[in-house]
């Protein structure tokens, strides 16, 4: 467990523009020399420009290097773009100059602690305890620190310290009951809380640390027990989601359902904590059915409307339900809300693709460039809409420049972008670079089944290197058992190896799977000519030939297969 995790620390989490115009507006300005100039600072943040912001903070420190103000909001702007090593510097410079604000101090420690440097976090609060030697919450923090710092034996004497000056507390002992935990020691842990529990304590996590115990000790009765006295006794709604939890691994799925649907009303709960619980869902990580979480991606968007994750997750939802339009519809919603969101982008592209509508798919794709330059992602996916358009200078262009930017994306997706390629460089002809391109696809992701298959495919259709092409087909199969493309390649593959008897097997399952297309019924017709039923194979050619309309299949090859009543080559 990990103890920031479970308990808020005394630090703050901080909106960069709201804390500047605090500090702008406080009474630590008012009378100072600089104050308009600070006033300006806010200004210029409101409208995005942070960099014009930097530059009139530096001005001020320039001309008045004691303003702690300036000095702490520069650390504010730096940390919230994670450069750690300069927000330190001006958080540091603000705190020497004003040692007893706690506000530098708290920012100063969070900021450290961002950056893993333990030891000066506590270094600090040693400071900041000689100041403010009454201060509960900066004792609470040294307790913390010490166990995160593995000083743990350490962080217990100091809690020791604390009950002696400042009395116990169900705070301190929520402290240390995790602190118990991670050295294993649950059963002193359980002891401390339920003490709490017994004087109706009102703080939370004397409820879902306890519930984390029953967990653990596969006991999910007592937890539910519990985490039921919890709500009851803090109205803490955030034990909702414990208690869901706890109700699943009871096999009570109804009970779970109905916490969940309590946790995701409440306003009470923040949109992170709902979020965690519907990506897991998404992901398949939950038992909870599609039906449950359409239900509660429902109230997302109706809770939490501004936020555009509430609708890529209903979207999301209902484009696996076939709800196409809808989805596109929540899609939009969310983009326009945030045109960084890029799985929105990519999610609205794909179903566009799904529904036939390429033009609006690259207009979209154009559009999320704009917002989202040299994404990867969105390269890719603008590309895939370009080669159905069959525009292939357009599609080479975004799929090589999705390449070139893509040395810091996952292995998936680097996959997914040379399997792109080779289905183009293939279409242009290239095929020698189109097979290096799937060799590469494979390599980065061994469970890409699509680019095993294309590669395998045109293989055969090339009549080459059919040892390779049996192995990738053969592969794709086992990681997808139940597509009929697949399952095509595969009888292809056998058929151009003359292995009849096998293809046929192979080739009828694929029939069976699913409403056969033109070059289905004409490689099942081949296949049948060579196992000697030409009358069969003649049926099937014909077919194939009621259905290539558009398919780019040689029509004039089927008509002379039809006609001759034999196989051509």
Request: a negative charge; charged letters at 25%.
């Amino acid at each position: 467990m990990n103890i920031y995790k479970k308990i808020a620390s005394f630090g703050l989490s901080i909106a960069l523009s709201c804390m500047v115009a605090k500090q702008a507006d406080a009474q630590s300005v008012e009378g100072k020399p600089y104050k308009e100039e600070m006033l300006l600072v806010e200004s210029k943040l409101r409208t995005g420009n942070i960099g014009g912001a930097v530059e009139t903070l530096d001005e001020i420190i320039s001309k008045y290097p004691e303003a702690s103000e300036a000095h702490y909001a520069k650390a504010l702007m730096f940390g919230q773009i994670r450069n750690y090593d300069l927000a330190i510097e001006s958080a540091k410079k603000a705190f020497e100059l004003e040692p007893k604000n706690l506000l530098y101090s708290n920012y100063l420690i969070e900021l450290y602690k961002g950056n893993n440097n333990l030891p000066d976090a506590l270094g600090i609060i040693e400071q900041v305890l000689t100041t403010h030697p009454e201060n509960t919450a900066v004792f609470r923090e040294k307790i913390m620190l010490l166990h995160a710092s593995k000083q743990s034996e350490s962080a217990l004497s100091a809690y020791d310290v604390a009950v002696q000056q400042f009395g116990k507390s169900d705070t301190l002992d929520v402290i240390k009951a995790e602190i118990l935990l991670d050295l294993k020691r649950s059963h002193e842990a359980e002891k401390l809380l339920l003490n709490w529990v017994d004087k109706k304590s009102n703080v939370r996590q004397v409820y879902n640390s306890l519930g984390y115990i029953y967990m653990e000790d596969k006991n999910p009765k007592k937890a539910i027990q519990v985490l039921e006295r919890g709500i009851e006794n803090t109205k803490d709604d955030l034990l909702y989601l414990d208690l869901a939890d706890a109700y699943t691994a009871n096999k009570k799925e109804k009970l779970a359902f109905e916490a969940l649907l309590k946790a995701f009303q409440s306003t009470e709960i923040n949109y992170a904590d709902k979020h965690r619980v519907m990506f897991s869902a998404l992901a398949g990580k939950t038992s909870l059915s599609l039906n449950q979480i359409q239900e509660l991606a429902n109230i997302l968007v109706l809770k939490h409307p501004r936020i555009a994750d509430s609708h890529v997750a209903k979207g999301d939802i209902l484009w696996r339900r076939g709800n196409l339009q809808e989805a596109r519809s929540l899609f939009l919603t969310a983009v326009g809300i945030q045109p960084s969101h890029v799985d929105a982008w990519r999610m609205l592209m794909n179903v566009e693709i799904a529904l036939n509508e390429t033009d609006a798919a690259l207009i979209h794709g154009s559009e999320a460039l704009e917002a989202n330059p040299n994404n990867a992602m969105l390269l890719y996916f603008t590309g895939l809409a370009y080669i159905i358009k069959d525009d292939t200078e357009n599609a080479r262009k975004m799929l090589e420049t999705a390449l070139d930017n893509s040395s810091e994306e996952n292995t998936f997706l680097q996959s997914l972008i040379y399997a792109g390629l080779g289905d183009l460089y293939h279409k242009l002809e290239m095929s020698n670079v189109s097979d290096v391109a799937y060799e590469e696809a494979i390599k980065l992701d061994s469970t890409n089944s699509t680019a095993m298959n294309n590669y395998a495919y045109y293989l055969a259709e090339r009549n080459v290197k059919l040892d390779i092409a049996e192995k990738y087909a053969r592969l794709s199969n086992e990681l997808d058992p139940n597509s009929s493309t697949f399952q095509d390649t595969y009888a292809w593959v056998l058929f151009k190896q003359g292995n009849y008897q096998e293809a046929l097997r192979w080739m009828e399952k694929a029939m069976s799977g699913s409403q056969p297309s033109a070059v289905l019924h004409d490689h099942y017709g081949d296949i049948l000519f060579k196992v000697g039923r030409p009358k069969d194979a003649v049926k099937q050619w014909e077919k194939a030939l009621a259905l290539s309309t558009g398919t780019g299949l040689d029509i004039n090859k089927l008509q002379s297969k039809i006609t001759t009543k034999r196989y051509v080559e």
